[in-house]
């Protein structure tokens, strides 16, 4: 099949995204209603967020370990492909680790079942970088290797992967995931991360000119601007069936920086921009983490390329912080 003719196909789909007022789920709410059209896409979440525009078109509330509102939902709209992004990430996992296992692992077992039972056709659903652990190469950390992850969202996310392979591999479901660094992004708040940092620096360089950094200035985590994450994200939706090659997760990356290398890319727009240190239980979880993934394997599957560096993203997010703040 040629490559428009499969893009027209998916475009015929209906998606329910679950957790869609989430940091990621909002602007990938946004960007598929842009491409499908607004009511060809189904926003959902918990409760309803303080953005507007995912309810900018069919909007259900719903707890994304509830199987039966999740079935009335898929069977009232016709849903062909489910965007699985309601979790609890890293930092919140490690206060609330039974209940962050619960909603990171019920939700996709319920999603991987729907899809084997053929109510759905296709899956995406978001894994980490936390699935790496502080024994996981550090530097190119690559696609196979050493896991080990010591944190209760990194192992839910490990398992979830291979969850994920299983299915794929035992009934054909058609799952796609990938492994997002710390995503960076002015319109939602990211709520429970260790990279949470990297957004919270640029709001408060903008609107207090001061900032207390949670790690250490010398922390280097893979980070992504919010546009790369997402066109990755509905590129491999979009990409042929036979060449996801990996089931379990892709490595996904763009740049990698330190809170000094961005205090110091801030400083160069907020002179008197000012940062203090004062780490917390997430500079462990920041230290279990890989530095720089190597994502080989997404750019040569399905043509993976990022478009931002830590310059342009830092223009990028602090004009649009000043413009919404007018
Ligand atoms: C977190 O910090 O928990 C997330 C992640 C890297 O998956 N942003």
Same mark, same amino acid.
């Given at each position: ?13 209906? *998606? !329910?995204? /679950?957790?869609?007022?989430?940091? +990621?789920? %909002?602007?990938?709410?946004? &960007?598929?209603?842009?491409?499908? @059209? ?72 319920? *999603? !991987?079942? /729907?899809?084997?039972?053929?109510? +759905?056709? %296709?899956?995406?659903?978001? &894994?980490?970088?936390?699935?790496? @652990? ?193």
């Amino acid at each position: 099949m040629r490559q428009s003719e499969n893009i027209l196909l998916k475009m015929a789909e209906t *998606i !329910l995204i /679950l957790g869609a007022c989430g940091q +990621i789920g %909002t602007e990938l709410s946004q &960007s598929l209603r842009e491409i499908h @059209g607004r009511d060809k896409v189904i926003a959902s979440d918990i409760r309803y967020g303080e953005d507007t525009f995912v309810k900018e078109g069919p909007f259900e509330i719903i707890d994304a370990t509830d199987r039966d509102t999740i079935v009335k939902v898929i069977q009232k709209h016709n849903v062909s492909q489910v965007y699985l992004m309601a979790a609890m990430l890293s930092a919140t996992a490690e206060k609330h680790p039974q209940k962050a296992w619960d909603l990171n692992m019920n939700s996709l077992l319920i *999603i !991987l079942e /729907l899809a084997k039972e053929k109510l +759905i056709d %296709t899956i995406y659903w978001p &894994s980490s970088i936390a699935v790496f @652990g502080p024994s996981s190469p550090k530097v190119n950390t690559p696609q196979d290797t050493i896991m080990n992850p010591t944190t209760v969202y990194g192992m839910s996310k490990l398992a979830g992967e291979h969850w994920c392979n299983y299915y794929h591999n035992k009934f054909g479901v058609d799952v796609r995931s990938l492994r997002y660094p710390g995503i960076i992004s002015w319109k939602t708040k990211p709520g429970g991360g260790t990279t949470d940092y990297a957004v919270d620096i640029y709001f408060k360089a903008v609107e207090e000119g001061k900032y207390e950094c949670f790690l250490e200035e010398n922390t280097m985590l893979p980070m992504m601007y919010m546009k790369d994450a997402i066109d990755a994200t509905i590129n491999i939706m979009e990409a042929k069936s036979e060449d996801i090659k990996v089931r379990t997760s892709y490595n996904l990356a763009a740049i990698s920086f330190t809170p000094e290398q961005i205090t110091a890319e801030i400083k160069k727009h907020i002179e008197n921009f000012e940062v203090s240190y004062k780490p917390d239980f997430r500079q462990d979880i920041a230290n279990s983490w890989p530095q720089i993934i190597d994502d080989s394997k997404a750019r040569e599957d399905w043509n993976w390329s990022h478009e931002f560096d830590l310059e342009s993203m830092t223009k990028e997010m602090l004009k649009n912080i000043q413009s919404s703040m007018i």
